[in-house]
């Protein structure tokens, strides 16, 4: 594979996942560690993405600055974030997770709404402050630099306390039977908590990740209650999991 076909992957990787390991695409690419280091040192150097210790994420991960120039699939995870609103009513108790979807989540909720949101993100608990009538409450834990999302210990406790209508977040990977997966254990530890904390589990997730996995389990499919998708409910890309028996929207 050419250079120019590798650093292709790589973008493509980075832009649908957000993070990704350099032990993962040297597998994808069939080259070395280091030679996927290399690719990455490059990118970054021609500001395509942003490496970090043992991977590279998206600009448009990095740092979570929501800058929407940035953002893969924009108008797709803004179309599963106006169809999340959907579920919402005043009075709600909800938490938002955080990565780019839940941010669009977070900035189409209408002022006039009346809810309580918890999250662990940064950039959503800001975006959340500016609609007057939200209670936001921020949970706090070891702050992730890329993403400034909370994880932890402490995180996880404070999720443990309580019990919401709804909790939505997103996936790096979701299938049919082995669920929802991530990489990153720590990542994985602090999802299982806030699937735990709903009544109502809600996954975000652009199609270009259904039927993918990684190597640590979030949880079953079974485990969540709706998800949503910027397809049509019907269409025959969701039958998997329509027939495991999630909501779909």
């Known amino acids: 594979m ?3 076909e590798r650093h292709q992957v790589i973008l493509n990787e980075v832009a649908l996942h957000n993070r990704i390991l ?3 695409i040297s597998e994808v690419l069939n080259v070395s560690v280091d030679t996927v280091r290399r690719d990455v040192i490059y990118l970054d150097a021609e500001k395509k993405l942003q490496k970090v210790h043992g991977g590279a994420i998206s600009l448009g991960f990095a740092n979570n600055t929501g800058d929407q120039d940035q953002v893969y699939a924009l108008s797709k995870k803004t179309k599963i974030a106006e169809k999340a609103l959907r579920l919402l009513k005043n009075g709600n108790v909800i938490i938002i997770h955080g990565g780019t979807t839940c941010l669009e989540l977070a900035r189409l909720i209408p002022s006039k709404m009346s809810l309580t949101c918890f999250t662990l993100s940064l950039p959503v608990a800001i975006e959340l402050s500016k609609k007057p009538k939200l209670e936001v409450v921020l949970i706090g834990g070891t702050l ?3 993403s400034l999302i909370a994880s932890g210990g402490n995180a996880i406790h404070n999720l443990s306390k309580i019990k919401v209508d709804y909790s939505f977040l ?3 990977y ?3 039977i082995h669920g929802l997966t991530e990489f990153d254990w720590e990542s994985v530890q602090v999802k299982k908590a806030v699937v735990h904390a709903a009544k109502n589990p809600v996954l975000l997730t652009i199609s270009e990740k259904l039927n993918s996995r ?3 389990q979030t949880c079953e499919l079974s485990d969540i ?3 949503i998708t910027e397809l049509d409910p019907d269409d025959a890309l969701l039958n998997d999991f329509r ?3 999630l909501s779909l929207y």
Do not use: F
């Open 2 to 4: 050419l250079k120019e």
């Open 22 to 24: 350099l032990t993962d």
């Open 144 to 146: 992730a630099k890329e």
């Open 170 to 172: 997103g996936t790096g």
């Open 174 to 176: 979701v299938d049919p």
């Open 214 to 216: 990684n190597r640590y």
């Open 225 to 227: 209650a709706t998800m």
């Open 243 to 245: 027939i495991a028996g």
